[in-house]
C-alpha cells in the first residue's frame, strides 16, 4: 500500500519563528489533507491540497504530485499552533476519501 | 451545526464486554469513517461508509463491526473487547461536493482491561 511519511517527526520552535513541515507519499494521490491535532486531541482539517499551493492566514501548503511531496509552511508560530500536524493522503484509484494518515510532527513552540 | 459528534466521551471495558460507540453527524454527508489513533501514532482507518446501508473495511477492521442505517448514523460495535482495542477512536465525515476533506468528531477514549 502507499506510504506516507513526514519529517521531522518533532519541533520545537520560539514563538515568531517560521517552520517548513513535509510529507513524502509512495505512489499517485488524487487526494492530500493536512491537518492539526490540539493538545486536546481535537482533529482540525487545515487543507485539501492534492496539488497546487493555498493559504490560509499565517499557514501555506504547496503540494507537487509529480514529484510526491507536500510541504505545510507555519509562518510567525503562535503557542497556539502546538500539536501534532498530520499528513493524509489517498491513492489514485481511490474515490472513496479513504485517507492514509503519515505519523504526524509533534510541534512545541515556546512563548 | 453541531458537525460530528460522538458518545460516549470515555469508556472503560472489561475483556470479553461488547460496546457500540455512537456517531452522528448532521451535515448530510455520503461518506463517514472510523478510525483508532494509538498513542504516539497517526490515525488508522478500521471501516467506512460511502452511503446508507453500504460499509466496506479499512487498514484494521478484526474485532469490529458497523452498520449503517441512515445517512446521519455511523455506530462502531466492538465484540469481545481485548486489551489491544485500547485507543481512541474517531468519526468522521466527508462529501465529493466539497472534495471529501474529512471534519472530524471529538473521538472516543476506551481502555479495556
Known amino acids: 500500500g502507499i506510504q506516507v511519511e513526514q519529517s521531522p517527526p518533532d519541533l520545537i520552535l520560539q514563538e515568531g519563528a517560521n517552520s517548513t513541515l513535509r510529507c513524502n507519499f509512495s505512489?499517485?494521490?488524487?487526494?492530500l489533507q493536512w491537518f492539526h491535532q490540539n493538545p486536546w486531541g481535537q482533529l482540525i482539517n487545515l487543507f485539501y491540497?492534492?496539488?497546487g499551493t493555498k493559504q490560509n492566514g499565517r499557514l501555506s501548503a504547496t503540494t507537487v504530485a509529480t514529484e510526491r511531496y507536500s510541504l505545510l509552511y507555519i509562518s510567525s508560530s503562535q503557542t497556539t499552533d502546538s500539536g501534532v500536524y498530520f499528513c493524509?493522503?489517498?491513492?489514485?484509484?481511490?474515490?472513496?476519501?479513504?485517507?492514509?494518515f503519515g505519523q504526524g510532527t509533534t510541534l512545541q513552540v515556546k512563548p | 451545526n453541531a458537525g460530528v459528534t460522538q458518545t460516549p466521551k470515555f469508556r472503560i471495558l472489561k475483556i470479553g464486554q461488547s460496546m457500540t460507540l455512537q456517531c452522528t453527524q448532521d451535515?448530510?454527508?455520503?461518506?463517514m469513517y472510523w478510525y483508532r489513533q494509538d498513542p504516539g501514532m497517526g490515525l488508522k482507518l478500521i471501516y467506512y461508509?460511502?452511503?446508507?446501508?453500504?460499509?466496506d473495511k479499512g487498514e484494521v477492521p478484526n474485532g469490529y463491526n458497523v452498520s449503517r442505517s441512515t445517512t446521519e448514523d455511523f455506530p462502531l460495535r466492538l465484540e469481545l473487547a481485548a486489551p489491544s482495542q485500547t485507543s481512541v477512536y474517531f468519526c468522521?465525515?466527508?462529501?465529493?461536493?466539497?472534495?471529501?476533506?474529512?471534519?472530524f468528531g471529538p473521538g472516543t477514549r476506551l481502555t479495556v482491561t
Open positions: 468522521a465525515s466527508s462529501s465529493p461536493q466539497v472534495a471529501y476533506e474529512q471534519y
Open positions: 505512489d499517485s494521490v488524487n487526494n
Open positions: 491540497i492534492p496539488s
Open positions: 493524509a493522503v489517498e491513492r489514485w484509484s481511490s474515490n472513496t476519501g479513504k485517507l492514509i
Open positions: 451535515m448530510n454527508h455520503n461518506y
Open positions: 461508509s460511502v452511503g446508507a446501508g453500504i460499509t
